[in-house]
T-cell receptor
Framework: GAVVSQHPSRVICKSGTSVKIECRSLDFQATTMFWYRQFPKKSLMLMATSNEGSKATYEQGVEKDKFLINHASLTLSTLTVTSAHPEDSSFYIC??????????FGQGTRLTVV | GEDVEQSLFLSVREGDSSVINCTYTDSSSTYLYWYKQEPGAGLQLLTYIFSNMDMKQDQRLTVLLNKKDKHLSLRIADTQTGDSAIYFCAEISGGSYIPTFGRGTSLIVHP
């Protein structure tokens, strides 16, 4: 299958700082990228959908000023958690889809805010 | 919204078959997927099935789809300890093309 690389895999940051997570499609052009947050009881919550060159579409209840998503190219999307707080600590996963309907996932990023 | 439901846990003995079940509500689902997540890792696409199929086999994996009952299952033959993981069922409907996930089934394989 296609490869999606997410970086970093783990990050610890201080409360009040911002953290950027990168999601790259390595061998295909990702016209659509998804960002998910996974809660401790395993459920995946879709945060936003982004199409290359367009503004991201955020799901209800997700603060777009806090979770900044940029999809500037067909191979890269970034999620920036601004002014992070301990309640933002979670596992964030990106997913990318090209011309196919199946979506491929990155390895995930474990964010811990202290 | 659309729902995808899975049982949360399944425990099997090594060498036995595992069957993980999933139900969904969206009758316009076009693709149904199974993903595997190992501890601390992202999701790995295992297999998928089109809604006009009723079965798909891929080595040790067999997917059965009952479209009438909106029921999907994943059978893992000769389950090994390395199969221990969380398995997510997901569906995509022709309208949004946004995957909707179940909460995941934790498969525990013991000797």
């Amino acid at each position: 299958g296609a490869v999606v690389s997410q970086h970093p895999s783990r990050v610890i940051c201080k409360s009040g700082t911002s953290v950027k997570i990168e999601c790259r499609s390595l061998d295909f052009q990702a016209t659509t990228m998804f960002w998910y947050r996974q809660f401790p009881k395993k459920s995946l919550m879709l945060m936003a959908t982004s199409n290359e060159g367009s503004k991201a579409t955020y799901e209800q209840g997700v603060e777009k000023d806090k979770f900044l998503i940029n999809h500037a190219s067909l191979t890269l999307s970034t999620l920036t958690v601004t002014s992070a707080h301990p309640e933002d600590s979670s596992f964030y996963i990106c997913s990318a889809r090209g011309g196919y309907t199946e979506a491929f996932f990155g390895q995930g990023t474990r964010l811990t805010v202290v | 919204g659309e729902d995808v439901e899975q049982s949360l846990f399944l425990s099997v003995r090594e060498g036995d078959s595992s069957v993980i079940n999933c139900t969904y509500t969206d009758s316009s689902s076009t693709y149904l997927y199974w993903y595997k997540q190992e501890p601390g890792a992202g999701l790995q696409l295992l297999t998928y099935i089109f809604s006009n199929m009723d079965m798909k086999q891929d080595q040790r994996l067999t997917v059965l789809l009952n479209k009438k009952d909106k029921h999907l299952s994943l059978r893992i033959a000769d389950t090994q300890t390395g199969d221990s993981a969380i398995y997510f069922c997901a569906e995509i409907s022709g309208g949004s093309y946004i995957p909707t996930f179940g909460r995941g089934t934790s498969l525990i394989v013991h000797p």
